[in-house]
């Protein structure tokens, strides 16, 4: 995996941006309300999403209070290369989660040794170095049958979406593209797109949740 130098300056403004985020919040106030955050989000793709009790599932790029934090009937990894550096945040309480697997490792390079029922990466594939090959582990890690759920910021404008591309105007972000584009990347790899959700509108990105599913 070829790590940038755009890509190395992306990982250490996201951990200096998750420091300056949390640095005023109350972490059992903050933990809570991500918790009902990531329920509502469940519950706003249960129609294409089945989430059963017992299911094995992958937080791709989990952050430091991931969807594992509302997870508790499912058996959970939970993936990231920047989880030592979370350790020092007091909102990163993995003890908390003693069913969910913490793993150090950027998306590009964690091979599961099980498939999973779902895979979620959630605002995460544009933080990654290879995009191309983060979303071929993603695939390879979901079961026949199985779920893929990823979130995108996906650019409203081309012109602009060139211009970032061209220029770090959006320096956490590596990879400017737009819904057609992100949806591509699920079909390319034979998954159907069996939702996608428009949760957060905005004047440059709007924020996608999808949802796809692999052939069984």
């Known amino acids: 995996m070829k ?10 403004l996201e951990v200096k941006w998750w420091q300056r985020y949390l640095s005023d919040k109350d972490p059992e106030a903050y933990l809570s309300w991500k918790k009902e955050y990531w329920k509502d989000l469940l519950r706003d793709l249960s129609c294409s999403l089945p989430v059963k009790p017992g299911d094995r599932v992958l937080d791709a790029g989990c952050g430091p209070a991931g969807i594992f934090i509302a997870l ?20 990163f309480r993995p003890d908390r989660y003693p069913d969910v697997a913490f793993v150090t490792s950027s998306l590009e390079q964690y091979q599961a040794e099980q498939p999973f029922d779902v895979v979620f990466c959630l605002n995460a594939i544009n933080h990654v170095a290879d995009i191309h090959l983060a979303y071929d582990r993603l695939a390879a890690a979901v079961k026949r049958g199985g779920y893929l759920v990823v979130s995108i910021d996906a650019h409203k404008h081309g012109l602009l979406k060139h211009t970032f591309r061209l220029f770090p105007g959006d320096a956490l972000h590596p990879h400017q593209y737009n819904l057609e584009e992100y949806t591509g990347f699920l079909k390319a790899r034979g998954f159907t797109i069996e939702q996608t959700l428009l949760k957060t509108p905005g004047k440059i990105f709007d924020y996608y949740v999808q949802v796809a599913r692999k052939p069984g």
């Open 3 to 12: 790590k940038t130098l755009r890509w190395q300056i992306a990982q250490h």
């Open 72 to 91: 508790d009937q499912q058996v959970v990894i939970a993936v990231d290369p920047l989880l030592d550096a979370y350790g020092h945040l007091d909102h």
